[in-house]
């Protein structure tokens, strides 16, 4: 099993940035997708960004169209972790944000095999 721990959540102004980190441990995750999910009060998980390993040198990245132009993901396998550097953040961007593990690209969140306990970001107006 792999466990997942996010941070670098917290408050921030709109207009303002965050980055998130997610530290994955119990399996090399090279071959698998890693993902981006946010949930705000009241609704759904929902698909923010994935990343995809094609060869050593080349990743596919997805985005939501919410926050394509706004949120970068990268990850680092040697060091197992993602990242979600997220700029011109909105309030509608508020949200628990959670890292995820998939064996193949999805943007459903019941693809996704691992989770992480979420961070918390706030966005102020």
């Known amino acids: 099993q792999v466990q997942l721990v996010e941070s670098g959540g917290g408050l921030v102004q709109a207009g303002g940035s965050l980055r998130l980190s997610c530290a994955a441990s119990?399996?090399?995750?090279?071959?698998?997708?890693m993902g981006w999910f946010r949930q705000a009060p009241g609704k759904e998980r929902e698909f923010v960004a994935a990343?995809?390993?094609?060869?050593?040198?080349?990743?596919?990245?997805y985005y939501a169209d919410s926050v394509k132009g706004r949120f970068t993901i990268s990850r680092d396998n040697a060091k197992n972790t993602v990242s979600l550097q997220m700029n011109k953040l909105k309030p509608d961007d508020t949200a628990v944000y959670y890292c995820?593990?998939?064996?193949?690209?999805?943007?459903?969140?019941?693809?996704?095999?691992?989770w992480g306990q979420g961070a918390q970001v706030t966005v102020s107006s």
């Open positions: 990343i995809r390993r094609i060869s050593s040198i080349t990743y596919y990245k």
């Open positions: 995820a593990v998939a064996p193949k690209y999805s943007q459903r969140a019941d693809q996704y095999e691992d």
């Open positions: 119990g399996r090399t995750l090279s071959n698998y997708v």
